[in-house]
């Protein structure tokens, strides 16, 4: 360690940090804007200067390293009143409309400085930049921009796909799309990540609250809902708990609250696609089909493949996502079952995703033209519906879901971890390879948040290489190798979101890689505390076989189940 003095205080730190680092670690507050700890230093917002004796000037504290010796004052009155002045340029051309703004209820960046330091312009120049409404994922608000540009170190750096870039002229520096063209005419994946690092309600999900309100109101409106693994250890931290705290029980009351008539589960759907996705690999790898087999449950994932890979879609599983899945049943086996039509069917679907929206609205998401899903909330929509509705989650009673499809496995659940689609898997295939003789079910070889693992497995005889990669900046490096020809990878597992589910686009704000390990932990417990932990045992997964699909690929479930993505 070397010695400094911060803020009069002397103390021995790390090496190799930047100031910023060394004062978040020690619990100095240095605000920021453009700084989020995934992604490299901007040095753009000009709020976390500080004063270190003998320089001339304030330092940006976010890309000054600390030296041996330093002394340094974080919040003198030189400090305070160069980060006023940075947050009157700022402000000065950012909107009033806080009342209706997509961050209300704290969580903009800029409005939590804004109240800390007193800054608050009469005069506002804003530059009219206009909004973009093109994409069913997410909205873009130009006037709200601060050219922070964390969106654009986002998508380029960690996601590898470069949709934003900076635009600089005499008088200004802004952000647009590449071309200046609406969102949806790029290669943009609608992941969401740009939103999750945005300081400010420029880059916000497609707002359809009001949607789901409207839904919630109307008496003539059968609501069904259904939501993702990840929600259940997510949702919680909006309301104040720990990352990744097992709240499942919570929502279903809530739900019920608002006159929900059926609260289900995707993890029933996630069950049930392991037994399509294993019965599909298993088919491929015994009549020499196309392997490697990619998973195709993540949205952004398929669109990414669309448009980066289009020479792999063969490779790619049929198998619609559990999300897809749970939208077919919820308009055919749901209503057949209950008697219902399926036209007052208004089915809802929660999603730490901001791809799934635009995913419920693919043409081939629909049947005999009713849209299959017909709104998808994020996690963090989901929160400020309930706050709305006056629920407050964490004081409510555990209540179960709804049957017919509200039973999932501890392997549905870790879908929402990179590598638990493919552990899930494992579960099963390995189990009807051996017939049943196998008492594995933790594959400890595919955890853990690295961007990209590989495993190989001997599994009744056969050698079984897997991979796995989350992020899209990461399923490059392994389609890559795919597209050469040589990867000698069987299976494949790919989400579009760093981390996977757990650090989707539309998950609780905010996060970073501490976050998302305690959320992967709290999932791998909620999958140790369940008594079911593979997919087949899934009491009703057996029962809709039985009753409506028949066998796992045959062919009522490639009708309901599957679907074809082409170039
Ligand atoms: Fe996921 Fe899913 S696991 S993509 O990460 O497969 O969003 O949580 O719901 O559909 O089940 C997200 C999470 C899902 C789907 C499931 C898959």
Same mark, same amino acid.
């Given at each position: 360690?070397?010695?400094?003095?911060?803020?009069?205080?002397?103390?021995?730190?790390?090496?190799?940090?930047?100031?910023?680092?060394?004062?978040?670690?020690?619990?100095?507050?240095?605000?920021?804007?453009?700084?989020?700890?995934?992604?490299?230093?901007?040095?753009?917002?000009?709020?976390?200067?500080?004063?270190?004796?003998?320089?001339?000037?304030?330092?940006?504290?976010?890309?000054?390293?600390?030296?041996?010796?330093?002394?340094?004052?974080?919040?003198?009155?030189?400090?305070?009143?160069?980060?006023?002045?940075?947050?009157?340029?700022?402000?000065?051309?950012?909107? $009033?409309?806080?009342?209706?703004?997509?961050?209300?209820?704290?969580?903009?960046?800029?409005?939590?400085?804004?109240?800390?330091?007193?800054?608050?312009?009469?005069?506002? $120049?804003?530059?009219?930049?206009?909004?973009?409404?093109? &994409?069913?994922?997410?909205?873009?608000?130009?006037?709200?921009?601060?050219?922070?540009?964390?969106?654009?170190?986002?998508?380029?750096?960690?996601?590898?796909?470069?949709?934003?870039?900076?635009?600089?002229?005499?008088?200004?520096?802004?952000?647009?799309?590449?071309?200046?063209?609406?969102?949806?005419?790029?290669?943009?994946?609608?992941?969401?990540?740009?939103?999750?690092?945005?300081?400010?309600?420029?880059?916000?999900?497609?707002?359809?609250? /009001?949607?789901?309100?409207?839904?919630?109101?109307?008496?003539?409106?059968?609501?069904?809902?259904?939501?993702?693994?990840?929600?259940?250890?997510?949702?919680?931290?909006?309301?104040?708990?720990?990352?990744?705290?097992?709240?499942?029980?919570?929502?279903?009351?809530?739900?019920?609250?608002?006159?929900?008539?059926?609260?289900?589960?995707?993890?029933?759907?996630?069950?049930?696609?392991?037994?399509?996705?294993?019965?599909?690999?298993?088919?491929?790898?015994?009549?020499?089909?196309?392997?490697?087999?990619?998973? &195709?449950?993540?949205?952004?994932?398929?669109?990414?493949?669309?448009?980066?890979?289009?020479?792999?879609?063969?490779?790619?599983?049929?198998?619609? &996502?559990?999300?897809?899945?749970?939208?077919?049943?919820?308009?055919?086996?749901?209503?057949?079952?209950?008697?219902?039509?399926?036209?007052?069917?208004? /089915?809802?679907?929660?999603?730490?995703?901001?791809?799934?929206?635009?995913?419920?609205?693919?043409?081939?998401?629909?049947?005999?033209?009713?849209?299959?899903?017909?709104?998808?909330?994020?996690?963090?929509?989901?929160?400020?519906?309930?706050?709305?509705?006056?629920?407050?989650?964490?004081?409510?009673?555990?209540?179960?879901?709804?049957?017919?499809?509200?039973?999932?496995?501890?392997?549905?659940?870790?879908?929402?971890?990179?590598?638990?689609?493919?552990?899930?898997?494992?579960?099963?295939?390995?189990?009807?390879?051996?017939?049943?003789?196998?008492?594995?079910?933790?594959?400890?070889?595919?955890?853990?948040?690295?961007?990209?693992?590989?495993?190989?497995?001997?599994?009744?005889?056969?050698?079984?290489?897997?991979?796995?990669?989350?992020?899209?900046?990461?399923?490059?490096?392994?389609?890559?190798?795919?597209?050469?020809?040589?990867?000698?990878?069987?299976?494949?597992?790919?989400?579009?979101?760093?981390?996977?589910?757990?650090?989707?686009?539309?998950?609780?704000?905010?996060?970073?890689?501490?976050?998302?390990?305690?959320?992967?932990?709290?999932?791998?417990?909620?999958?140790?505390?369940?008594?079911?932990?593979?997919?087949?045992?899934?009491?009703?997964?057996?029962?809709?076989?039985?009753?409506?699909?028949?066998?796992?690929?045959?062919?009522?479930?490639?009708?309901?189940?599957?679907?074809?993505?082409?170039?």
């Amino acid at each position: 360690g070397i010695n400094v003095t911060i803020n009069n205080k002397p103390m021995t730190v790390a090496e190799g940090k930047t100031i910023l680092e060394v004062c978040k670690e020690a619990g100095i507050n240095i605000p920021t804007l453009c700084y989020h700890p995934d992604l490299k230093p901007g040095g753009v917002c000009n709020l976390c200067v500080v004063q270190v004796a003998g320089e001339a000037e304030l330092v940006k504290s976010c890309e000054t390293e600390i030296k041996a010796g330093m002394v340094i004052d974080t919040d003198n009155d030189a400090v305070i009143a160069s980060r006023k002045e940075a947050l009157t340029t700022i402000l000065e051309k950012h909107p $009033n409309d806080c009342l209706t703004c997509e961050r209300v209820g704290g969580d903009c960046e800029l409005q939590n400085q804004a109240y800390y330091y007193e800054v608050n312009p009469k005069e506002r $120049n804003v530059p009219n930049r206009g909004l973009d409404v093109s &994409s069913f994922a997410l909205t873009r608000d130009m006037d709200k921009c601060i050219a922070c540009e964390k969106c654009v170190r986002m998508c380029e750096d960690i996601q590898g796909i470069g949709v934003y870039e900076k635009v600089e002229t005499a008088d200004d520096v802004y952000i647009t799309t590449k071309a200046n063209v609406p969102i949806s005419e790029t290669d943009c994946i609608n992941c969401g990540q740009c939103i999750k690092v945005c300081p400010v309600g420029a880059l916000t999900e497609k707002n359809e609250i /009001h949607k789901a309100m409207a839904a919630l109101r109307d008496p003539n409106k059968h609501v069904v809902v259904q939501m993702a693994p990840a929600i259940k250890n997510t949702l919680g931290e909006e309301f104040g708990t720990a990352p990744g705290a097992d709240v499942t029980g919570k929502i279903p009351a809530a739900f019920r609250k608002l006159g929900v008539a059926k609260v289900f589960d995707t993890d029933f759907t996630a069950d049930l696609t392991i037994m399509e996705e294993g019965t599909e690999f298993l088919h491929r790898v015994k009549e020499g089909g196309t392997l490697p087999l990619l998973t &195709s449950c993540s949205p952004g994932w398929i669109k990414y493949i669309e448009h980066q890979y289009p020479q792999l879609l063969d490779n790619l599983s049929s198998c619609k &996502s559990p999300q897809q899945m749970f939208g077919a049943l919820a308009k055919s086996y749901y209503p057949e079952t209950a008697g219902l039509d399926p036209k007052d069917i208004f /089915h809802l679907s929660i999603m730490p995703c901001t791809a799934k929206k635009f995913e419920a609205n693919r043409p081939e998401m629909s049947q005999n033209g009713i849209q299959d899903v017909d709104v998808v909330l994020t996690t963090r929509e989901l929160a400020k519906l309930f706050k709305l509705e006056g629920i407050n989650l964490l004081q409510l009673e555990d209540e179960g879901f709804d049957q017919l499809m509200g039973e999932g496995t501890g392997a549905a659940r870790i879908f929402a971890n990179t590598g638990g689609v493919m552990e899930a898997a494992l579960r099963t295939v390995v189990w009807i390879l051996t017939e049943g003789d196998i008492d594995t079910i933790d594959y400890t070889a595919v955890r853990g948040l690295e961007g990209v693992k590989e495993a190989e497995l001997e599994v009744a005889g056969m050698k079984v290489k897997v991979a796995i990669a989350s992020g899209t900046g990461n399923a490059k490096k392994l389609m890559d190798k795919v597209a050469a020809g040589d990867s000698g990878y069987h299976f494949i597992e790919i989400m579009g979101c760093p981390t996977g589910c757990i650090g989707g686009g539309g998950a609780p704000l905010p996060d970073d890689n501490a976050v998302k390990q305690q959320r992967m932990e709290g999932i791998y417990a909620s999958d140790a505390g369940n008594p079911v932990r593979r997919s087949h045992e899934n009491t009703e997964v057996q029962k809709i076989y039985k009753d409506y699909l028949g066998e796992p690929g045959g062919h009522k479930a490639h009708h309901l189940l599957h679907t074809h993505y082409v170039d």
